[in-house]
């Protein structure tokens, strides 16, 4: 009965180079990471760093989405520092394991070799080998960029690139994860969320809609409540209609919470543009998300966006002490140099 | 000796500098100031300084450090530049804690302070410079690079890099990096290039990362996660002396070098094209115009060879002068200046086994405005032209 826990996050045009970066000094003796490679690994390992904010348990699957790569045609096989990118985040999570008092027995982690996803762009896959492995099956595919098989194209932008792992307790049942990096909203109020939501539109005719145990995870750029009107004057949804948001991927669902914001401002507003939901002063749009459909799962599932910034702390303190609001605007600036959206956390039960 | 720190100082006119490193250091001094004109003499009390300093601390297998250097306060900005007096220890101390560049590769080792704070940021604010770095300096072959990185201030990855300029080397330089199964054992002999031939061609260290995981639960615990490198062949002229491939480059990471080294490689380059007028053989000025490669190396595995390339014309000059560099001199070919070509990119793919292109795609965008709607007030200013063959 694994107890699973998945991390999709939105690295914004990462590559070997950015995950060296180093924070200013200032911030760094904060604690919360040497470099924006370190900060990656405390998050996704859930360590002692984010007690209380993130599960004390290292993610079994890390997508990285906004991945940078050479090439440009999809399902192409990936070059430059893409490769180097995922064998240095892969390296550090390994090396954290036992450091940060996890079993390496339990988490031990590799990397999928991806495919060209759009533009000098793909998807990373970062799993735990003691839960999951490729099929070994001579000649089987471990990643996919997928098409829409009802018009045989690849979606537009950044098409899907969908991993198949199998469980190594019962090889038999697998898990499936579509990476989506979607094209960002534009133009007038009432068809701002058209590129968006004409892309998730297409999800349904791609070959993992009809596999269960599939997650779509990733930067949507859109939620499941958004919608734009089209030349007939119908409100137009991602995945199904007002009555039922799931209608055109029936088995699927999310247990993210409606407007949980996920893209992360450059600077402070303050007051915070939505006074109900303070977090607002740095982040701005719900865009991320994980829709499922799972089978054999045991109790519910569980889908949060950790808060990164409100809940970052002053680790030169014992017990730590929290940053914001007094020294927000540091801390924001330490993010953007990690990121602009914020991470993903899914986790449950399943029999396998 | 008195505690100080500089924010009792300067934290007042400079109300940033609270967040900065030198929000935290405290520095044992002799007299009220360590700062006499703009001189700093003082030395940094690993211990008092908190939580941050254990790593260096127990790395360095020290409780303080001795520094000089100048503090400037002039036109609203502060700026602090120090350096450590006890590099010899620092050396050894180093030498014995990354064994994998002690010995003979490790020359010198330094910390060092590099602060700029505006006396206009506020209290919320960063400082414009802020870094506290650990300055070491390697001979490899018959030359001298600096590695350098950021403190580490908590347990955790962090990284030690440099990136060399006219540093030559030979393969079996590097053989420390790997020191099981020696690193030249580990570069490919069959690269897919006439540039390179094993035994003669002439090799660059352009760029060495060595990532370390540290560790402080116990005592302190160093291990090297991953040792990355760029090596590469210089100034290859394509056509003398406007256009050269500089550097056609292997990047090769080995992970667990002290372990069980595996490494991976991957090849880039950038062809540059030299203004008319001012070319010379190696070039002296800045190329008018790169076009960045990017490869996969065929492996056991996989038997694709892939080659991408990006143009960049960071002054958005026009096909014309791409025209004029290649002549070498003003040549009129009736394209008008202000056409400019924005990408040209290309990618293909081959199949090494059969020996045939797998995919091959261009994409070509020129911008102008091209009158092609004469006067009515419609114009195109970009077109593009794409390709994709796919087998």
């Given at each position: 009965m694994p107890n699973l826990k998945f991390i999709s996050w939105?690295?914004?045009?990462?590559s070997r180079n950015k995950l060296q970066k180093q924070f200013t000094a200032g911030f760094q003796a904060l604690g919360m990471g040497n470099t924006v490679m370190d900060y990656i690994v405390n998050v996704v390992l859930g360590t002692e760093v984010w007690e209380d904010v993130i599960s004390p348990k290292p993610a079994d699957m890390f997508v990285i989405i906004e991945l940078k790569t050479g090439g440009r045609r999809k399902g192409a096989p990936v070059s430059g520092s893409c490769i180097p990118s995922l064998t240095l985040v892969r390296n550090a999570l390994n090396a954290a394991i036992p450091t940060n008092g996890y079993d390496p027995m339990e988490y031990q982690y590799d990397f999928l070799v991806p495919l060209v996803a759009g533009r000098y762009e793909t998807m990373g896959f970062l799993y735990n080998t003691r839960v999951f492995r490729p099929d070994p099956t001579p000649g089987a595919v471990s990643v996919v960029a997928e098409?829409?098989?009802?018009?045989n194209t690849y979606l537009d932008g950044r098409t899907p690139l969908v991993a198949q792992l199998q469980f190594v307790q019962n090889p038999a049942v697998t898990m499936r994860w579509s990476a989506i990096h979607d094209r960002p909203p534009q133009g007038a109020a009432n068809i701002r969320f058209r590129p968006p939501i004409s892309f998730c539109r297409r999800l349904p005719n791609t070959p993992s809609a009809a596999v269960t145990n599939t997650f779509f995870l990733g930067d949507f750029n859109c939620q499941p409540t958004n919608y734009y009107v089209n030349g007939a004057g119908n409100n137009v949804y991602p995945f199904g209609?007002?009555?039922?948001?799931f209608a055109n991927l029936p088995n699927y669902g999310t247990t993210l919470p409606d407007n949980s914001l996920t893209s992360v401002r450059k600077s402070l507003v303050n007051p915070p543009p939505d006074p109900t939901d303070p977090k607002s002063a740095y982040l701005s749009s719900p865009y991320d998300n994980s829709i499922y459909w799972a089978q054999n799962l045991l109790g519910g599932v569980e889908t949060e966006v950790p808060d990164l910034i409100g809940e970052a702390k002053d680790h030169t303190f014992n017990p730590p002490i929290p940053l914001?609001?007094?020294?927000g605007r540091i801390v924001l600036n330490a993010y953007n140099r990690v990121s602009d959206h914020m991470p993903v956390i899914t986790e449950f039960n399943i029999q396998v | 000796m008195a505690s100080w720190k500089f924010t009792d100082q300067y934290g007042t006119d400079f109300p940033a500098l609270a967040n900065s490193i030198l929000g935290i250091l405290e520095f044992d001094i002799s007299g009220s100031s360590p700062v006499s004109g703009t001189t700093f003499t003082g030395t940094l009390d690993l211990k008092a300084s908190g939580n941050a300093l254990n790593v260096l601390a127990l790395l360095l297998g020290m409780e303080s450090i001795p520094m000089t250097g100048s503090v400037t306060s002039d036109s609203g900005e502060l700026k602090v530049d120090l350096t450590s007096t006890n590099d010899s220890d620092i050396k050894a101390a180093l030498a014995a804690i990354i064994p994998l560049i002690g010995g003979s590769i490790l020359q010198a080792g330094s910390v060092a302070i590099t602060n700029q704070t505006s006396a206009?940021?506020?209290?919320e604010d960063d400082s414009e410079v802020d870094e506290f770095d650990l300055n070491t300096t390697i001979q490899i072959g018959g030359g001298t690079g600096e590695l350098v990185t950021q403190i580490p201030m908590s347990d955790g990855v962090f990284s030690l890099n440099g990136t060399f300029t006219g540093l030559g080397i030979g393969l079996s330089d590097l053989d420390f990096l790997v020191p099981g199964s020696q690193f030249s054992s580990q570069f490919p002999t069959d690269l897919p290039s006439d540039y390179y031939n094993p035994s003669t061609t002439q090799l660059e260290l352009l760029e060495l990362d060595l990532s370390l995981q540290v560790s402080t639960k116990s005592g302190i615990d160093l291990s090297i996660v991953e040792v990355a490198t760029n090596i590469g062949i210089v100034n290859i002229p394509l056509y003398p002396n406007a256009l050269f491939l500089n550097p056609l480059a292997v990047n090769i990471s080995v992970t667990s070098p002290t372990q069980d080294p595996q490494p991976q490689f991957g090849l880039t380059g950038t062809i540059a094209l030299y203004p008319a007028g001012k070319q010379t053989s190696p070039p002296s000025v800045d190329p008018d115009f790169t076009y960045d490669l990017e490869a996969q190396l065929p492996t056991g595995e996989d038997a694709t060879f892939i080659v991408s390339g990006t143009w960049d014309n960071p002054e958005n000059l026009g096909v014309q002068t791409v025209i004029n560099d290649l002549m070498n001199q003003a040549y009129d070919t009736g394209i008008g200046e202000d056409v400019t070509l924005e990408n040209f990119d290309f990618e293909a793919s081959a199949d090494t086994e059969k020996g045939e292109i797998s995919g091959f795609s261009v994409e070509i965008v020129m911008s102008s405005t091209f009158g092609i709607f004469g006067n009515s007030g419609f114009d195109v200013k970009d077109f593009s032209i794409s390709l994709d063959y796919e087998k």
């Open positions: 939105n690295l914004k045009n990462v098409r829409d098989q009802v018009t209609t007002a009555a039922n948001l914001y609001p007094g020294r | 206009t940021a506020d209290a």
